[in-house]
């Protein structure tokens, strides 16, 4: 009996132990997954991003060139965010900071480039630009749920609409509005001026005829111009001499400098025009009863928008950001900080230096592959060139420094 019982207490003795192991191995299991599932749904993340591949769609190359640039802005911007931001552990930091450098982003790519391109070549690259784009987005998002760059959209919209209420009042302009638009003015008069006397530019005194009924451009040294050249003889000859002298006008680009605010454009498609520039006030003459049918423009004044929502990052670093509501459901993110002010102003710059400059710059129309016909657009070898060269003057120039003074003033 003694032994049966000592051999039971040892029994009952390896049983407890045994469990009391097995628990604290289960336990132990426990905790080491509880810790590391952090590390495999961040490896999950990573990973998908990483072979996230967008498919090819049909863009026109001025689209695809403002992909790819607004690509880079975002680039910079979430790079700037994994350097200051101290809501992330230095582990995890470092290995967003490591996929983030394997996102390509393509530099120096313009409308020219992609039109001497084989179509092959040329869908290659739309790819590359729209993976580019999804690889960026998804990792905002996941850097959204890591606690990086939530927003509270409610009252961060709230106080868009207070601000708006005050810089646009309905009783007509602010007086800190009618100091902003003195101050773009200015700095905007300064740099076209400069950058056109540095670069030894000069403006085109001509007729400018703009496009016969096939929407080509003509020039009027070109000798494809001289049946217009010889309608617009016999125009003179048919008009009063009021319509008759003004066929005989030299047409001078005149740059009247910053003008106002563009609205949010595409609500539905979430998409914002940071800046415009165009040409307004211009004569037009049209003639219905020639062939062929053209138009010619006597007066050509250019002037420059930008997106009324500039002026909120003048509250600080943390309104780098305009969120727009498209619907109930989506909300989209403009970039509207103090670079990105100066970035814009560089770029429409450019725009109205060639305008200026350059009556006939890729002003022609041309068939895509879908059939719809679009303008080639501006942004050539020539605007990007421009574009960079306006940025790198703006910054070293004493009138940057004045401006940003003047922008975060308080």
């Not at 680009?253 to 211009?282: H, Q, R």
């Not at 909300?331 to 060639?354: D, K």
Request: contains cysteine.
């Amino acid at each position: 009996m003694k032994n049966s019982g000592k051999n039971s207490r040892r029994s009952n003795l390896l049983f407890y132990l045994s469990l009391f192991v097995l628990t604290l191995l289960l336990t132990l299991g426990g905790v080491y997954l509880y810790y590391n599932i952090e590390d495999r749904e961040l490896e999950q993340t990573l990973t998908y991003i990483k072979e996230a591949n967008a498919q090819y769609e049909q863009k026109s190359n001025d689209a695809i060139v403002s992909i790819n640039e607004r690509n880079i802005q975002d680039k910079e911007y979430i790079t700037k965010k994994l350097r200051h931001d101290t809501n992330l552990k230095p582990k995890i930091r470092k290995k967003f900071k490591e996929l983030l450098k394997e996102i390509v982003t393509i530099e120096n790519i313009d409308q020219e480039t992609l039109e001497n391109k084989t179509k092959e070549e040329r869908k290659e690259i739309i790819r590359q630009v729209l993976t580019t784009q999804l690889k960026l987005n998804l990792f905002r998002s996941a850097l959204k749920k890591k606690g990086i760059e939530i927003t509270d959209e409610t009252n961060y919209l709230k106080e868009q609409e207070e601000w708006l209420e005050k810089f646009y009042p309905s009783s007509g302009k602010s007086e800190e509005e009618i100091e902003v638009i003195a101050e773009l003015d200015k700095f905007l008069q300064h740099f076209w001026k400069k950058f056109i006397k540095e670069k030894g530019l000069t403006f085109p005194k001509i007729v400018q005829l703009v496009k016969d009924e096939t929407g080509k451009y003509y020039k009027p040294d070109e000798p494809s111009s001289t049946k217009i050249a010889q309608e617009i003889n016999a125009l003179k000859s048919r008009h009063p001499p009021h319509i008759a002298n003004e066929l005989d006008k030299k047409m001078i680009p005149n740059f009247v400098g910053f003008k106002g605010w563009i609205e949010d454009k595409d609500k539905e498609k979430g998409t914002t025009t940071a800046g415009l520039t165009t040409t307004y006030n211009s004569m037009t003459l049209t003639i219905n009863n020639a062939e062929p049918k053209f138009e010619i423009k006597t007066s050509c004044d250019i002037k420059i928008e930008l997106h009324k929502a500039f002026p909120f990052s003048r509250k600080g670093k943390e309104y780098n950001l305009w969120l727009t509501k498209n619907d109930d459901k989506n909300i989209s993110s403009f970039f509207i900080g103090w670079n990105n002010l100066i970035e814009t102003i560089a770029h429409e710059l450019a725009h109205a230096v060639i305008n200026s400059t350059k009556v006939y710059y890729r002003n022609a129309e041309k068939e895509e592959e879908d059939g719809e016909v679009r303008k080639e657009g501006g942004h050539g070898k020539l605007h990007h060139q421009y574009t960079k060269e306006l940025y790198e003057m703006i910054k070293e120039d004493a009138k940057y420094r004045e401006l940003k003074v003047f922008w975060f003033k308080k």
